[in-house]
């Protein structure tokens, strides 16, 4: 199987969208010859799935699992005379919110069903709950697929896909910026600083984070400071006045107010909660 991992720096603002997920029945007369638009796993339930696809050919027997980019053309067909069956997931990955970059995994493939057997039976038993209507089903699904994916990423052998300039400039240039915003959350970024790191004006720089990461530099900052607060006050027991001031806000009035506008509820709220753990 061949993956191109993203860098760690990045993994906070990989976004996944599931968009579909079921399951495919067929008879031993099946044939399937298409392209998919959106990223796709199969995932074997039932007899076996071969599968033609970039010049090679692949077996899949139950429990395994391919991999598919989009829009790369590929045929399906089974030889168990009893059919087959095998769970779908299509998906997308953005990077931040923006729904431009949809090739920042470049992955294809089979991987053996014994190296994710644990994230697999997470999926069928959270898509089982769903059919059944349980309650918060469908988020423990997407949760389970992203699970699944992750993990696929995690074991496969990265390194071995070139990627064009173009998107091998972005990752670097956003590696720097997202590491120089991680490095100085205690400080009040500005615009000019970070497009300083990049030698460009303050106009371009905006135009071009937005156009990446899908909202702007500031609100970008400010949702990662909001992050971080949340850890601080909930798990390490910081005071909001305290959190404010790690988090470079002079004013914790004004931390507060921007708190509450990403989650809902002021900050006290959370230090309440965890007192009373």
Known sequence: MRFFTINNSLDNQLEFEINYCGYATHDAHWLEE???????????????????????????????????????????????????????????????????????????????????????????????SYTKGDHLSLLHLKSAA???????????????????????????????????????????????????????SEKYFITYFKKIIGTTPFSYITSIKMKKAYELIGAEGYSIKRTAELLGYSDQYVFSKAFKRMYGFAPSRVLKDTELK
Not at 75 to 95: H, N
Not at 167 to 188: M, V
């Open 34 to 128: 298409r392209n998919k638009p959106t990223y796709a796993i199969w995932i074997v339930s039932k007899g076996s799935v071969c599968i033609s696809y970039s010049d090679r050919d692949y077996f899949l027997k139950e429990g395994d699992v391919f991999f598919f980019r989009p829009n790369v053309p590929y045929k399906a067909w089974t030889e168990s005379k009893s059919g087959c069956r095998f769970m779908f997931i299509l998906f997308d990955v953005y990077i931040g919110r923006s729904h431009t970059s949809t090739d920042v995994l470049q992955t294809e493939g089979m991987m053996k069903g014994e190296i994710i057997s644990t994230e697999r039976e997470v999926v069928f038993a959270c898509f089982e």
């Open 146 to 200: 992203i699970f699944l994916i992750t993990k696929m990423l995690s074991e496969a052998k990265p390194g071995s896909v070139t990627l064009s300039a173009d998107i091998r400039e972005k990752t670097i240039k956003l590696k720097t910026i997202l590491s120089y915003i991680d490095d100085n959350l205690h400080n009040d970024i500005t615009v000019k600083e970070l497009a300083d790191t990049l030698y460009m």
